[in-house]
């Protein structure tokens, strides 16, 4: 409920920040800020090694992923040149049909997988991101402007029934904002993929095996109607 009543604090403010008027900002840059949501798709392989030999997989379940998010973005756009500076806040509901439950012997005993921490106990993972990033515009055009994000945050990941783990990760992906005349909103149509947990990923050691953390990767794909101040 922290991590729920977190995010909804952090969309709000984010969002009313767009109608928010800063006194000498609005003649040096353009600010936007706003919220919105989409559909993320990906996964991660889920392992269990012989305890003493890490490059030797006992047991692997692939685990696509797919869901909703929500997302929340404020860009500052400097004059005169194409890059935007963004700061945001994403939240993927993802899930998966894997049978988490499945068990292998080792050693004599039956192991299930989702012994593993980074496994979910049910079908849910949730994953809520933190971060910073560049958006380049080579072709700033005055209604369809396209493109290419960059961004490095913080991701937290909650698999159903386990706890919480903080990882650092990358998002790169291409974009169209759609400015229409006359009226000061924009359409963000962005699709991004992200890996998750490319910096900070950790083998743990159980009884009779050892818990593998791999590649957590998605896309995500999400539009956002921004309000400029």
């Keep these: 409920m922290k991590k729920q009543a977190t995010l909804f604090l952090l969309l709000t403010i984010m969002t009313f920040s767009a109608h928010a008027q800063i006194p000498g900002l609005p003649q040096l840059l353009t ?28 047991f692997v379940r692939n685990a696509p992923l ?23 806040v994403n939240f993927n509901l993802l899930s998966t049909n894997t049978n988490t439950s499945e068990s292998i012997s080792i050693g004599g005993t039956n192991i299930p997988l989702n012994i593993n921490p980074f496994a979910p106990s ?15 515009s080579p072709l700033p055009l005055p209604i ?8 490095f945050g913080i991701y937290s990941i909650t698999p159903e029934g386990k706890s919480s783990y903080s ?30 947990n490319l910096v900070g990923r950790e083998n743990i050691t159980l009884t009779n095996a050892v818990a593998q ?6 896309l995500q794909v999400s539009v956002l109607l921004m309000f400029k101040l």
């Design 213 to 218: 953390e791999n590649s957590f990767n998605y």
């Design 122 to 136: 049910g079908s849910r993972v949730n994953a809520l991101n933190a971060g910073v990033g560049l958006e380049f």
């Design 144 to 151: 369809i402007t396209p493109y290419i994000g960059v961004d």
């Design 31 to 58: 600010i936007e800020g706003g919220i919105g949501g989409g559909f993320s798709s990906g996964g991660q392989d889920l392992a269990l090694v012989r305890s003493g030999n890490l490059n030797f997989n006992d």
């Design 66 to 88: 797919s869901g909703a998010n929500v997302v929340a973005k404020l860009k500052i756009m400097p004059p005169l040149i194409p890059l935007r500076f963004v700061g945001f």
């Design 167 to 196: 990882r650092y990760g990358l998002g790169a992906g291409v974009g169209i904002e759609f400015s229409p005349p006359l009226i000061p909103i924009s359409f963000d149509i962005e699709a991004k993929y992200r890996l998750a």
